[in-house]
């Protein structure tokens, strides 16, 4: 099987990471309910699936994200709330590159 390169690649990659998982799974099984007497998985490793990264906000981006929930209305310190719980939180979504935990 030759896998794609790039988002639709990678997504073949971690398809194919989970179905080599699942059929492994399958053969321990049958291992350990004597149906079968070796794994013919032994030795096979599984498809490499490349780390993803996940884009940062910037601080002024975040901080200017912060500014645009000022306000005393129930939604803006709600919005205000949310985020700076994300952000503390270290969410993917909402984090800022000068994190340093």
């Known amino acids: 099987m030759v896998l794609d390169r790039g988002p639709a690649g990678d997504?073949?990659?971690r398809d194919a990471?989970?179905?080599y998982r699942s059929i492994q799974q399958m053969f321990q099984w049958l291992m350990?309910?004597?149906e079968i007497s070796k794994?013919?998985?032994e030795g096979m490793s599984p498809p490499k699936v490349p780390e993803?990264?996940?884009p940062v906000?910037?601080?002024d981006d975040l901080s200017r994200l912060f500014k645009s929930c000022d306000g005393?209305?129930?939604?803006?310190?709600r919005d205000l709330a949310?985020?700076?719980?994300?952000a503390s939180t270290g969410s993917p979504t909402v984090s800022s590159r000068s994190r340093t935990g």
Do not use: D, G, H, S
Request: aromatic fraction near 4%.
């Open 11 to 13: 997504r073949q990659r």
């Open 17 to 19: 990471n989970n179905k």
């Open 32 to 34: 350990i309910e004597e």
């Open 39 to 41: 794994n013919p998985m």
């Open 52 to 54: 993803k990264l996940v």
């Open 57 to 59: 906000i910037p601080t």
């Open 72 to 77: 005393k209305t129930f939604v803006a310190r």
């Open 82 to 86: 949310i985020l700076r719980t994300l």
